[in-house]
């Protein structure tokens, strides 16, 4: 197989000959009004059922905060938050991704049958990291990020953003198939807004074409997030305009994964999209 036809074709059993969309599901405390475990659960199942009724293909699970000032989650609290979800939306057979960086929460969600390692640190947030998603052999999501997430926005600094980003993620996809992971179940991120200034994120977003040619699917995550900010001066729940935008650059640029919010909207955009595409 020479590079040039080095195309992944699926990943973690989805057709890559077309788009999809991540839900995001968050189930960190401050995202759920006071309430009773067993509410919160229902809730966030609730809402993840919406969301694969708008067309996702896959769910998000997260349980720790990375934002800025946010608090460090324990183990056993990460666990206790994302295992029943992450259950009880497997049993009924969704797709779910476990946003962790944390090598036990990796394990317990694998048990509890989820489909795919969402890691923002691309196994680079823990020792193990590495090791657990080879032992556990799911699909992964690598994404790239500058620092922590504590101190990661202070002082993003790169001579070529785009160059330095891809060339960490194929590091970390070679390191996973040295450790004996098959291609295709590597999937890289460019980690938009972790360690990036705006000018950082939008040199990504229209070089987004280089890492897609680098053969493995790309997932972009670039909803709601402060660039879009940066540029309109929206507020974070009045971003879908901007959200879509950059939904339909990475489109354009042959990306085939969007960790989106507006799950409903993003299906319809790429819908119109792909149909345009097909009708050349
Ligand atoms: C408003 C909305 C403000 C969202 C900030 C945010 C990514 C990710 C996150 C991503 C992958 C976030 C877990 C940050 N972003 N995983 N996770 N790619 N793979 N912030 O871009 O959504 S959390």
């Not at 990661?152 to 070529?160: H, I, L, T, W």
């Not at 330095?164 to 098959?182: P, Y």
């Not at 493995?216 to 001066?233: C, E, M, N, Q």
């Amino acid at each position: 197989m020479t590079d040039e036809d080095f195309h992944v074709t699926h990943w973690a059993g989805l057709s890559l000959q077309q788009p999809h969309v991540m839900g995001i599901l968050n189930v960190t405390p401050d995202s759920f009004s006071d309430g009773g475990k067993f509410d919160q659960i229902d809730t966030a199942l609730a809402q993840a059922q919406r969301m694969v009724a708008q067309g996702a293909s896959i769910i998000d699970v997260g349980g720790e905060s990375t934002r800025p000032g946010a608090a460090e989650v324990s183990i056993d609290d990460e666990i206790q938050r994302v295992i029943p979800v992450v259950k009880a939306l497997s049993a009924e057979g969704v797709l779910v991704s476990i946003d962790t960086r944390k090598p036990a929460v990796m394990q317990a969600a694998a048990v509890a049958g989820a489909g795919i390692i969402n890691d923002v640190t691309g196994l680079t947030g823990d020792p193990a990291s590495l090791a657990t998603a080879l032992d556990l052999d799911l699909p992964v999501c690598v994404m790239h990020m500058q620092g922590e997430p504590q101190t990661m926005q202070a002082n993003p600094s790169y001579e070529d953003a785009p160059a330095e980003v891809f060339e960490f993620l194929a590091g970390q996809a070679e390191a996973l198939m040295r450790g004996g992971m098959i291609a295709d179940k590597i999937c890289l991120d460019p980690g938009i807004g972790f360690g990036k200034n705006l000018n950082h994120n939008l040199q990504i977003l229209a070089r987004l074409d280089e890492l897609v040619d680098a053969g493995w699917p790309v997932l972009l995550g670039a909803s709601r997030k402060s660039f879009i900010s940066k540029l309109t001066g929206a507020d974070v729940d009045q971003r879908l305009g901007g959200s879509l935008a950059a939904v339909m650059a990475g489109y354009g640029a042959g990306v085939s994964l969007f960790r989106v919010h507006d799950v409903a909207e993003t299906v319809q955009a790429l819908q119109v999209a792909a149909a345009i595409s097909e009708a050349l």
